[in-house]
């Protein structure tokens, strides 16, 4: 097995909040799955877990060496919860075809947030 990539990012809280508050549904429909949106409004403050959502999705794409477009969108990168409350990625459409095709086996996550910062860090293996 080895590592294909690895990725970060950090984003700040309030621009998510924001961004909520200035486009409401039409962001969250954007970027986020249905089933991401229902975890974060589950807990006491939705956009903390967003953003921490929001930087593993920017995290994946940059250790695929893709950003966020053509190879995959937004919403083709799920982040979801194992019952153990251990983050997983799930990909899906162009985003999965493109793993598929590279040989990866396991895309890993790490989440994290303050009430300031959301962050995510993603290693890649194939």
């Given at each position: 097995m080895n590592i294909l990539g690895v990725g970060m990012d950090i984003v700040e809280t309030k621009r998510i909040a924001d961004s909520i508050e200035r486009f409401g549904d039409g962001f969250l429909h954007r970027i986020f799955t249905e089933d991401e949106m229902a975890y974060a409004n589950s807990m006491k403050f939705p956009h903390l877990h967003l953003a921490a959502r929001f930087a593993a999705k920017e995290a994946i794409s940059k250790a695929f060496g893709t950003g966020i477009g053509h190879e995959m969108g937004w919403r083709e990168l799920e982040i979801i919860r194992e019952p153990s409350g251990a983050p997983r990625v799930r990909l899906h459409g162009k985003a999965e075809d493109f793993a598929k095709a590279r040989g990866v086996q396991a895309v890993h996550v790490s989440?994290?947030?303050?009430?300031?910062?959301g962050a995510a860090s993603v290693v890649i293996v194939g």
């Open positions: 989440l994290s947030h303050t009430a300031d910062y």
